[in-house]
């Protein structure tokens, strides 16, 4: 029975990964952390400097509208650019 559990949650572990590398682009759109140490690491990181340092303020700034950016497209244009080529989809 815990065999089972484990391979089900391998699984969907697996499919989470997938799915996070299909929806955030690491430091484009998105931060992907594994464990509360990582975690951890990366609000320091964000935060450091706050709210004064001006590198800091351009970083978040281009992390907004990349975000702002990837939000506006459609689900057929995200398709055509993040998927299509592998399914080599041709419209």
């Known amino acids: 029975m815990v ?4 391979t089900d949650l391998n699984k969907l572990t697996n499919f989470v990964k997938f ?3 299909e929806l955030v682009k690491e430091g484009k759109t998105g931060m992907v ?3 509360s140490a990582e975690l951890a690491k990366l609000l320091i990181k964000w935060f ?5 340092d001006k590198l800091q303020q351009d970083g978040h700034s281009k992390f907004r509208d990349n975000i702002l950016n990837w939000a ?3 689900w057929d244009q995200n398709w ?3 998927a299509a080529a592998i399914f080599m989809y041709d419209e």
């Open 19 to 21: 799915s996070l590398r």
């Open 3 to 6: 065999r089972i559990l484990n």
């Open 48 to 52: 450091r400097g706050y709210p004064k």
């Open 80 to 82: 055509k650019t993040s």
């Open 72 to 74: 506006c497209l459609r």
């Open 33 to 35: 952390f594994s464990n």
